[in-house]
């Protein structure tokens, strides 16, 4: 079976494949401070991707602890850099550097690469104890710095809420390309109207855990209507629940980042383009999605209390 392979155009006129079939945070996340034991698993996952053809889409952090495994991967791999794209984020929540000027040049030289595809702000929330008086203006001039010097091909932000990217608007030079967001059927507004306002001033969004609602599927699924609903799609197109779900996200206008520990599931993530929802299969999976409550699973603390906006469309 041939590849189907798709992209969105981002504001500055580059491309980024639709989907991403190998995050490298979540399930091989390992947290800052804790006992490190270096993940075979993950490095063979990634080779796995990499070995598949057309070009790979990876999402990577430098909070996630996962730089050597993805170097490693990177190194053994004979796919073309070309082929390759990569996303890395700066942490402003943790002391790995000082800033993204200082962040991406570690990553690059750790990953022994010259560029990454997309460089993202991680969140826009600051730890003090560890970033000092950095600031999100000072932060996203450092971001554009890295951008001219071609060290980013694109730049954004991932976790901001319209107040976030409105801030970032008055001073920027470069508009943010993407926006990495917590989105799946049953957060459909990570923050109150984000969808809507990325969507309309042309900035990509990317959704993460857009698997949530098979993640954190509820012991009476089989009563719900909108898990009947993906059966019946499932079997209708001969796709897995995931790939319904992946495509339907795809069809939000919204770039799915996904991972996975089973190789079947990562050729599965690539292949969601080789079928298509309909306009209103669509809307009925948006539509019986925004009937659960509200599933978030990443930045708690801070979003929580967005909550009943969050079923918003
Ligand atoms: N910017 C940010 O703040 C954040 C970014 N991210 C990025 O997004 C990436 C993906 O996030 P993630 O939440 O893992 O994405 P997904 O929602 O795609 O979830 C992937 C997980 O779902 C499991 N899964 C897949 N299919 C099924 C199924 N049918 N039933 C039950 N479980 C299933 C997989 O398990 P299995 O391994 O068994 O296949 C895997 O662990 C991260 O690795 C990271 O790169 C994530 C969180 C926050």
């Given at each position: 079976m041939s590849l189907t392979q798709k992209f969105f155009d981002l504001n500055n006129g580059n491309q980024i494949p639709?989907?991403?079939?190998?995050?490298?945070?979540?399930?091989?996340f390992k947290r800052p401070g804790s006992e490190h034991t270096f993940s075979d698993e993950l490095v063979e996952q990634i080779k796995y991707a990499l070995s598949l053809p057309g070009i790979i889409h990876i999402d990577a952090a430098e909070c996630y602890g996962t730089y050597p495994e993805l170097a490693k991967a990177l190194k053994e791999s004979s796919k073309p850099r070309s082929e390759i794209f990569i996303t890395d984020k700066y942490s402003?929540?943790?002391?790995?550097?000082?800033d993204p000027i200082e962040g991406l040049n570690t990553g690059l030289k750790t990953l022994g690469l010259?560029?990454?595809?997309l460089y993202l702000i991680?969140?826009?929330?600051?730890d003090p104890e560890f970033k000092g008086s950095l600031t999100l203006e000072k932060v996203w001039k450092d971001m554009e710095t890295l951008y001219k010097e071609g060290k980013a091909k694109s730049i954004g932000v991932s976790n901001f809420s319209v107040k976030n990217i409105e801030e970032i608007l008055k001073i920027a030079g470069i508009k943010p390309q993407v926006n990495q967001i917590e989105f799946n059927a049953f957060l459909q507004?990570?923050?109150?109207g984000i969808v809507n306002y990325c969507q309309k001033n042309n900035i990509q969004l990317e959704a993460y855990s857009p698997l949530g609602p098979l993640q954190k599927?509820?012991?009476?699924?089989?009563?719900l209507p909108f898990y009947n609903y993906i059966d019946e799609l499932a079997s209708k197109y001969g796709k897995t629940d995931s790939q319904i779900l992946l495509n339907w996200v795809y069809n939000r206008g919204i770039l799915p980042i996904t991972t996975s520990s089973k190789t079947q599931r990562i050729i599965d993530a690539q292949n969601i383009f080789s079928f298509n929802l309909t306009k209103d299969e669509v809307d009925t999976l948006t539509k019986l999605g925004l009937e659960q409550p509200a599933l978030r699973i990443y930045w708690t603390n801070f979003y929580d209390k967005y909550n009943s906006e969050a079923q918003a469309s």
């Open positions: 639709s989907i991403s079939i190998i995050g490298t945070g979540t399930r091989w402003t929540q943790t002391k790995f550097t000082n010259d560029y990454v595809d991680h969140s826009p929330f600051f507004n990570q923050t109150p599927r509820p012991e009476n699924s089989n009563e």
